[in-house]
């Protein structure tokens, strides 16, 4: 398996289901995006950032997404999908994926995505809390990013 999913502290496997294709005979572009989603609610998870924002009505949303597609997929196979934080900001942090294929044994997939702290209150924008940041800091086994 590619080597850069030993840098993610979230990996989540993921089957390729024949409903993903599309009429060109393989996945469809969008199911990328899930797969990305998957992996970014799984990190959120490893974070209790839903509790967190069940308590304080603060919590992620995000702001942007992009992929870059490497290699075309088909069923059957399996995916692994890594995600970390790979910028922190005051009010936004970046987290990178990397979907990897285990039949091909290759990076198919991987992308980026802007990820806002917001008060759902407020609605509005806000600091990422200290707590947060510290658990995110935790995951990434780091002092900084």
């Known amino acids: 398996?590619?080597?850069?999913?030993?840098?993610?502290?979230?990996?989540?496997?993921?089957?390729?289901?024949?409903?993903?294709?599309?009429a060109f005979g393989h996945v469809n572009n969008i199911i990328y995006f899930r797969y990305f989603e998957n992996a970014r609610i799984a990190y959120f998870d490893k974070l209790?950032?839903?509790?967190?924002?069940?308590?304080?009505g603060i919590g992620p949303i995000l702001a942007s997404t992009q992929c870059k597609f490497r290699l075309p997929m088909t069923y059957p196979d399996t995916v692994s999908v890594g995600a970390k934080i790979i910028t922190l900001k005051d009010d936004a942090m970046i987290m990178a994926y990397y979907v990897v294929s285990h039949k091909h044994q290759k990076i198919a997939a991987e992308g980026e995505g802007m990820i806002v702290s917001y008060d759902y209150r407020?609605?509005?924008?806000?600091?990422?809390?200290?707590?947060?940041?510290?658990?995110?800091?935790?995951?990434?086994?780091?002092d900084k990013l």
């Open 122 to 142: 407020g609605n509005k924008k806000v600091s990422i809390p200290a707590e947060i940041r510290k658990r995110i800091l935790a995951v990434e086994k780091v």
């Open 48 to 56: 209790d950032l839903i509790n967190f924002m069940n308590e304080t």
């Open 1 to 22: 398996m590619e080597n850069i999913l030993l840098a993610c502290p979230i990996v989540v496997e993921i089957p390729v289901a024949w409903g993903e294709m599309d």
